[in-house]
């Protein structure tokens, strides 16, 4: 299983980025997948999922509004969409999958998912 994030960088208060998840040796279509980030010195928080219909989604408060989970079953990748951006948002972001195949819930826990990426760096700052 590999999971590789793309698209961070610097952006400015109130722009856009768009992140990328490619998942590879697993049957992505079958998982639910997460967004999680955390910045320097703070905790983990999760920021949005979405189940394997790729309709059903959800989102943290912090980000509601401002912030648009996909997925591409067919080319086997995970998006964010970062829009309105805050230098609250800095922070290095990871795509995480889900341990369980067809979940039906939302997953706020680190023991619910099994493989994460190496994360890709989100910088928001004038």
């Known amino acids: 299983v590999q999971l590789v994030e793309s698209g961070g960088g610097l952006a400015q208060p109130g722009g856009s980025l768009r992140l990328s998840c490619t998942a590879s040796?697993?049957?992505?279509?079958?998982?639910?997948m997460s967004w999680a980030r955390q910045a320097p010195g703070k905790g983990l928080e999760w920021v949005s999922g979405?189940?394997?219909?790729?309709?059903?989604?959800w989102d943290s408060t912090s980000v509601k509004g401002r912030f648009t989970i996909s997925r591409d079953n067919a080319a086997n990748t995970l998006y964010l969409q970062m829009d309105s951006l805050k230098p609250e948002d800095t922070a290095m972001y990871y795509c995480?999958?889900?341990?369980?195949?067809?979940?039906?819930?939302?997953?706020?826990?680190?023991?619910?998912?099994?493989?994460w990426g190496r994360g890709t760096q989100v910088t928001v700052s004038s």
């Open positions: 979405i189940f394997t219909d790729g309709t059903t989604t």
């Open positions: 995480a999958k889900a341990k369980a195949p067809h979940t039906k819930v939302i997953l706020t826990d680190s023991t619910d998912y099994d493989y």
């Open positions: 040796g697993f049957a992505f279509s079958n998982y639910a």
